[in-house]
């Protein structure tokens, strides 16, 4: 009896074992849903449907792109937290809701260094600080004169909201720069567009491909400097910030994807190198270089490593400058 019972119990866990090779080899067998934390339109849903629809014929199964807006992007890397961790739910993670974020709300719903499982980081593109066409700045340089001399009426300028990469990209100008400017959060840039060119505000400052279309067009917006160290190739007479003045201003936003932390490691594997093979081809290629971004090449344990050094960076800045979403 005893022979036979320890026969049984060899033989369910070698079931057992073969029945998760088996999933783990046919891992993805449905689709995939991939959380943007963002609303749609934005940079992180351009991000997201770009990889989502190349990453699809490779896994041999749909991406559903699922906008979970809300919260700076907490609300949605949330939900990505509390998704079974099987592989078949990722998240665009974000330099806000990944390095920023948990420096400046105070109930936090993850935490971003143990909760996911970074995958592959999607692309990097810069901000860009715009204004009407009829501006009478013509540079970054005129707009920090001004500012300088400004007491009472102090330069307004936008962002996607109180805490973004941007508003944190806009407080860092300002401190480098030596200016006060009014920060005014809008959700977005189809909110934040209007009014700039209504009027309502004097500045946007924004990530480059949610404002390139405006800024190819030329006819009511106009870009002073872009913040990354380089020119971006789409705006080649556009100088950047360091060139105007500011040395060795470089900022970058940018949008990797997640899983939730326990996922098993061949659904990881998996994710890892078809992100690899989609952001390798023309296709992908070719869409980030028309929205001014650049394609990932971190992925994993480097992914990881990055994030350390980017919560460093933002929180030392949001504790000089006393950012806070109150």
């Not at 004169?145 to 007491?151: F, L, V």
Request: aromatic share 6%.
């Amino acid at each position: 009896m005893k022979h036979r019972k320890l026969s049984q119990i060899l033989a369910a866990a070698v079931i057992g074992g073969t029945a998760l090779c088996a999933q783990a080899d046919d891992y993805p067998s449905r689709p995939i849903t991939l959380i943007v934390p963002y609303p749609a339109g934005g940079t992180t849903d351009l991000a997201a449907r770009t990889i989502a629809h190349a990453m699809g014929p490779l896994l041999k199964q749909s991406i559903v792109v699922e906008n979970r807006a809300g919260a700076g992007g907490n609300i949605g890397m949330g939900v990505l937290k509390r998704s079974d961790a099987d592989g078949y739910t990722i998240g665009m993670g974000t330099i806000g809701t990944q390095s920023i974020n948990q420096f400046i709300y105070k109930d936090m719903q993850f935490d971003p260094a143990k909760d996911f499982a970074p995958l592959a980081m999607v692309f990097t593109t810069p901000n860009v600080i715009a204004v009407r066409q009829d501006a009478k700045w013509k540079s970054v340089q005129d707009l920090f004169a001004d500012a300088r001399q400004r007491k009472d009426a102090l330069i307004s300028y936008a962002s996607p909201g109180v805490g973004s990469s941007v508003h944190v990209t806009g407080a860092y100008l300002e401190q480098a720069a030596g200016i006060n400017m009014l920060h005014v959060p809008f959700k977005g840039v189809s909110a934040s567009m209007p009014a700039l060119i209504g009027g309502q505000i004097d500045v946007l400052m924004d990530n480059l491909p949610s404002t390139i279309s405006q800024l190819k067009d030329g006819s009511r917006v106009r870009a002073l400097a872009v913040t990354s160290a380089e020119r971006s190739p789409l705006l080649p007479d556009v100088p950047t910030v360091a060139e105007s003045g500011l040395k060795d201003f470089d900022v970058t936003a940018w949008f990797a994807l997640y899983a939730p932390a326990g996922t098993p490691a061949e659904a990881q594997a998996k994710l890892i190198e078809a992100a690899k093979q989609a952001l390798a081809t023309p296709a992908v290629q070719e869409q980030f270089s028309k929205l001014g971004a650049t394609p990932g090449s971190i992925t994993g344990k480097d992914l990881a490593a990055f994030e350390v050094t980017e919560r460093e960076r933002w929180g030392k800045l949001i504790k000089e400058r006393n950012i806070t979403t109150d």
